[in-house]
């Protein structure tokens, strides 16, 4: 009688950079907890930039967390390739410390990837919380936009893939302070396929809920959109990311120049063609959300978002923002 062959679980590596408050992060590490997972070995590392975590993880069978103190001046690509490197997964998952993962997340991932020798790296889709505001809708609809499908870039939410994909690219660009991810991610995207899939879901907890987080946050967000650039191609559907928020400036400024000099006609042609860029994603937008968004909502929204992009870029050039600036 031939004795049955026993196999060791497979590891994967849950790697979760953290900063500031720690009520998200709880709740991310919960949802992690509590996915299926049949024959895997989880371990949990969470590389914080926080003096001290008081908060006690709990630990359920084949579930292992850690948790590392780096320096608080360090990027967050610093923090994730750090994590790396303590890590054992022969997966890596790369989650945000404000996600909520579905049940099945886990489970979805390994078959999603499994299925496909082209994937190289696989992601799920974005869900609305309960009682989610406007502005959260709206930008679940954005990050929706286009599904079950592969594409270049994807924020680093959640992403997953095998452990030799980070190798291979050599981890996140430790020299940019936002924007890493796509970096990244159109790094990864060059070696096969990246695939963003509705077979799994997250809730994004630390989703902006009023305009004024929105537009202080996106001016972070936007110091590094020029710096992204250096040391990878640009595909042609990232070009518009950088060439519409310098078309509004520009005919922004022409509108004031144009209207103080007494010219009134060429000033409000130029206010028309400030505002056309903001139409027209408003106009996609709206079809993308299949009208369940009210257009005003998204109008306002882009109204807002344009700006704060504009300032970050521009101020990025000369120096780096806090995240609290």
């Known amino acids: 009688m031939s004795a049955e062959i026993e196999t060791s679980p497979m590891i994967v590596s849950f790697i979760i950079p953290h900063k500031g408050r720690t009520e998200m992060l709880e709740q991310t590490v919960a949802s992690v907890l509590n996915l299926q997972h049949t024959n895997m070995e989880l371990e949990i590392l969470i590389v914080t930039q926080n003096d001290h975590l008081d908060i006690g993880f709990p630990e359920t069978p084949g579930t292992h967390v850690r948790v590392f103190q780096q320096p608080a001046s360090l990027t967050i690509s610093h923090l994730r390739n750090y994590g790396f490197s303590q890590s054992k997964g022969e997966y890596i998952a790369y989650l945000d410390a404000d996600v909520a993962l579905s049940e099945n997340w ?9 299925q496909d020798p082209g994937r190289v790296l696989v ?16 930008r679940t609809a954005l990050s929706n936009a286009d599904i079950d499908c592969e594409l270049s870039f994807l924020p680093g939410r959640n992403l ?44 994004h907890l630390g989703e902006d809920k009023e305009l004024k987080a929105m537009f202080d946050k996106e001016i972070w967000r936007g110091q590094s959109n020029l710096h992204s650039i250096k040391g990878r191609k640009i595909p042609l559907s990232e070009i518009p990311s950088f ?20 010219h009134l006609s060429l000033s409000v042609i130029c206010l028309v063609f400030a505002f056309l860029p903001i139409l027209a994603y408003s106009v996609r937008l709206y079809g993308v959300a299949n009208r369940e968004i009210e257009f005003t909502e998204i109008f306002k929204f882009y109204l807002v978002y344009f700006p704060a992009r504009i300032i970050g870029t521009l101020v990025g050039l000369f120096k780096s923002i806090g995240a609290g600036s």
Not at 176 to 199: A, I, K, N, Q
């Open 160 to 203: 997953f893939m095998r452990r030799d994909t980070v190798d291979r690219v050599g981890g996140f660009p430790e020299h940019l302070t936002t924007c890493e991810d796509y970096y990244f991610t159109y790094r990864v995207s060059e070696l096969g396929v990246m695939y963003y899939s509705s077979d799994a879901d997250y809730v």
């Open 243 to 262: 060439l519409v928020p310098m078309w509004i400036l520009f005919f922004a400024l022409a509108f004031v120049l144009s209207g103080l000099m007494g």
């Open 123 to 138: 992601s799920a889709v974005q869900k609305n919380s309960e009682e989610a505001p406007v502005l959260e809708k709206i």
């Open 106 to 114: 886990l489970e979805a991932m390994v078959n999603l990837l499994q």
